[in-house]
């Protein structure tokens, strides 16, 4: 049976069969560097989003990351004007922001999910992980603060600093830490609310 026949008969929201596909006739679909048919480019970028976004689903992000790698490549090779190039581009930064964002790497994921969310505010899913990633870029600041008001209040116990201050360092360390933890717990409700988490 041919690769053509084979990709009739895939389920593609079944994650598994598109990784089994892909990885069964992965000589064909690496073989893309002669490429020059753009209706053969595009069918080819579309099989190797269909796989990593099978590859995200189970969690599998570092070959993600080598294959969106493989798609940007292919999508050289269009002009920004054919059907397929806004679409895929798109989809290759959501799928970078995604990986960025599970792997706690919220400054870079948001970023990524603030201008696709400007390009297209209409799209839930943008909207959605554009909003994760402001939170856990928050979440960070949020943790430095806390660990600047833990060191406070340890300093002060340790070092009875507030004898030696005219400001008692432990109650300030104690507000920012109570003030922090609220703050993140607020902006977590709020969000909550809005059905954003």
Known sequence: MNVEDQLRQVDFKDPDQVINFYELNRIYYDNYQRLEDTDKISK?????LHYANSLTENHHFDKMISVLEEVSQLLEKLSEEHWNY???????????????????????SYLIFKR??????EHYYYKVWYDHAKLGTYNWAFNGMSIIGGVLIFSDLIFSLSDKLPLDIGIVGLIILG??????????????RKKLL
């Open 86 to 108: 806004k679409k895929s581009e798109r989809h290759i930064r959501f799928l970078k922001g995604m990986v960025l964002a599970r792997k706690k790497k919220f400054k870079e």
């Open 44 to 48: 080819f970028i579309d099989i190797k």
């Open 179 to 192: 003030s922090t933890y609220l703050t993140q717990k607020g902006l977590y409700e709020y969000l909550k």
């Open 116 to 121: 696709l969310a400007k390009e297209d505010p």
